[in-house]
């Protein structure tokens, strides 16, 4: 026993030598040229009074106290948007302070996105708001729905959700903040992709040929919707994030030879039997998917079920790609989603290109020879990603 202590201080005394005591700081002082004044103040010393105004009824500081966050981002509209979007000081007064929570709530990020850091990403940046909600159908108090912004720089402007909404350059920065003063407010997304094709007749044979090719996937392996279509359509928690959708309209089918459903039908039935998964070559563990779901999986980025955005991380990604990212980001075209791992899934790429002709948005197929397409509509922001519409034909190889 008395060998084991005399070890420990030894031991004790060995530790402690002079050369591992915390050096003194030498030299000067590194002095600090930042911003002083904290989010609070930086916001009332602001010209924009609608906002706050807005930020004070409804209690926005306790809200971010909450948080325990120690840095935030604000998208501030103007006094003149605000009134733009109908939103005059009396109005303000007179609305509950939690509508104007969840007004404001859509406009603040917990965390700072400095304006210096911006530039310097690649396409847009996916940040989550302080808006959140249980009310959206697969959502609850336990897994709340999560509204993003999606944010980035493009030419000389701000770009949120795909739409430019200020001159860059006039962001504040305040000691725990970055402020980002908007001309524009930003529409928050009402409907979900499978609302918004159901809603519009153009997109019937779209919604048929997604229903036809389940229908076959769940004869062959009811217990596996890994392959749906029509469920990726529908934001859930189990989706980890939202996409990119080329929904081709009716005339889109058109010009490749599908009129009815009967057609669809018709084209469907030449990979029937469907057959059962197998390995490839590669050893990697391949689903046979129809005929017909070979034609549209480009239209979805070759997502399926529910595991559209998987990854081996577990953590959430947003594949969704506005027009002023399909105009810059080269390296989008044909880009590895997820690598494949032998004996199980196969690498996921996206299996598109996109060309820029003139300020216009053109795609085809990866290493396609056909003609590239023009989006009809572009950005149009839904619950679980965004939409472009495509009407002159499918994306054929």
Request: aromatic share 14%; proline share 7%.
């Amino acid at each position: 026993m008395r060998i084991r202590i005399l070890a420990f201080c030894i031991l004790a005394i060995v530790a402690c030598r002079k050369q591992d005591i915390a050096p003194y700081p030498v030299g000067e002082p590194v002095p600090y040229d930042g911003p002083v004044a904290d989010l609070k103040a930086t916001l009332e010393k602001s010209p924009y009074t609608l906002f706050k105004a807005a930020w004070k009824r409804a209690e926005m500081d306790k809200k971010l106290a909450k948080t325990g966050a120690n840095a935030f981002t604000l998208f501030i509209p103007t006094d003149k948007a605000f009134a733009d979007g109908g939103w005059t000081l009396d109005k303000i007064n007179q609305s509950a302070p939690a509508d104007l929570d969840t007004l404001l709530s859509y406009y603040t990020v917990k965390g700072r996105t400095a304006s210096a850091s911006l530039p310097v990403y690649k396409g847009n940046m996916a940040i989550g708001t302080l808006l959140k909600s249980a009310t959206i159908p697969k959502f609850s108090n336990t897994e709340l729905y999560s509204y993003t912004l999606f944010i980035g720089v493009y030419k000389d402007s701000l770009f949120v959700n795909g739409r430019p909404v200020s001159k860059w350059g006039t962001a504040v920065e305040a000691a725990n903040a970055t402020i980002y003063p908007l001309d524009k407010m930003v529409p928050m997304p009402k409907m979900d992709m499978l609302q918004y094709l159901s809603a519009d007749p153009r997109f019937s044979l779209y919604l048929e040929a997604s229903r036809l090719n389940d229908s076959v996937y769940m004869d062959n392996s009811s217990w596996n919707t890994g392959r749906n279509n029509v469920m990726m359509f529908t934001p859930a928690p189990y989706m980890r994030g939202q996409f990119t959708l080329f929904a081709p309209t009716n005339n889109a089918f058109h010009k490749q030879g599908f009129y009815t459903v009967d057609d669809l039908r018709k084209y469907l039935s030449r990979s029937l039997p469907l057959g059962y998964p197998t390995y490839d070559q590669n050893y990697y563990y391949v689903y046979p998917v129809t005929s017909l779901d070979t034609l549209l999986m480009p239209n979805r980025m070759n997502f399926s079920g529910g595991s559209i955005l998987y990854n081996y991380s577990g953590e959430t990604s947003n594949p969704v790609y506005f027009t002023n990212e399909l105009l810059s980001n080269q390296y989008l075209s044909g880009m590895l989603f997820r690598p494949g791992r032998r004996y199980s899934e196969p690498p996921l790429y996206l299996p598109l290109e996109f060309s820029n002709n003139n300020g216009s948005v053109m795609v085809r197929s990866f290493k396609s020879t056909a003609k590239p397409l023009p989006l009809k509509e572009q950005d149009i922001l839904v619950l679980n990603g965004v939409i472009h519409v495509v009407d002159d034909g499918l994306f054929i190889q």
